[in-house]
């Protein structure tokens, strides 16, 4: 929509900025920690709720937030540290950092599939695309050596194909 849009994680809060005003506005959150939002093609946010194992999507024409619980054992929990869109594919991945695992929503089934990663103790902090879709993500724990093997990673991602995109 043109805007500057950001969260503020200890104020439960995302705001705006409209650049031929300068005007701020503000947004409370039904939830807890936002952070590191991101907007999919239809120009909704996508929102990690940092301590409430979820994300949340935003529509700005509606003002609506439609909350997505992350698929988890019932007694599991995990924080979302970040998420990104891969827009052509319409998927919002989640970087999970209690449970070793990548997660990927199909934005247009609302459907979940959970990648665990290849090493124990993996905090990622971001997650990245090429051109066909592929996923990039590194685990970033510092001290490296509290990750397994104490190996900083880079960890690629392919998912099957479902056909051209």
Same mark, same amino acid.
């Given at each position: 929509d043109g805007k500057v849009w950001f969260?503020?994680?200890?104020?439960?809060e995302i705001g705006s900025i409209d650049p031929a005003t300068g005007r701020i506005t503000m947004v409370a959150t039904p939830f807890k920690g936002p952070r590191r939002l991101r907007t999919d093609d &239809?120009?909704? *946010?996508?929102?990690?709720?940092?301590?409430?194992?979820?994300?949340a999507r935003f529509e700005p024409v509606t +003002?609506?937030?439609?909350?997505? &619980?992350?698929? *988890?054992?019932?007694?599991?929990?995990?924080?979302?540290?970040?998420l990104n869109v891969d827009r052509p594919? +319409?998927?919002?991945?989640?970087?999970g950092n209690q449970s070793d695992s990548l997660?990927?929503?199909?934005?247009a089934s609302e459907t979940w599939q959970v990648i665990p990663l290849p090493r124990r103790v993996s905090?990622?902090?971001?997650v990245e695309f090429d051109p066909v879709g592929t996923a990039y993500t590194s685990i970033s724990n510092f001290p490296s050596w509290h990750v397994e093997d104490a190996q900083p990673t880079l960890i690629r991602v392919q998912r099957p194909s479902t056909g051209p995109g």
């Amino acid at each position: 929509d043109g805007k500057v849009w950001f969260a503020r994680l200890h104020t439960d809060e995302i705001g705006s900025i409209d650049p031929a005003t300068g005007r701020i506005t503000m947004v409370a959150t039904p939830f807890k920690g936002p952070r590191r939002l991101r907007t999919d093609d &239809d120009g909704n *946010l996508w929102i990690a709720a940092f301590p409430e194992s979820a994300i949340a999507r935003f529509e700005p024409v509606t +003002g609506k937030f439609i909350r997505f &619980d992350l698929p *988890l054992e019932p007694q599991g929990g995990d924080t979302p540290y970040s998420l990104n869109v891969d827009r052509p594919r +319409g998927i919002v991945w989640v970087n999970g950092n209690q449970s070793d695992s990548l997660y990927a929503f199909d934005i247009a089934s609302e459907t979940w599939q959970v990648i665990p990663l290849p090493r124990r103790v993996s905090f990622t902090r971001d997650v990245e695309f090429d051109p066909v879709g592929t996923a990039y993500t590194s685990i970033s724990n510092f001290p490296s050596w509290h990750v397994e093997d104490a190996q900083p990673t880079l960890i690629r991602v392919q998912r099957p194909s479902t056909g051209p995109g």
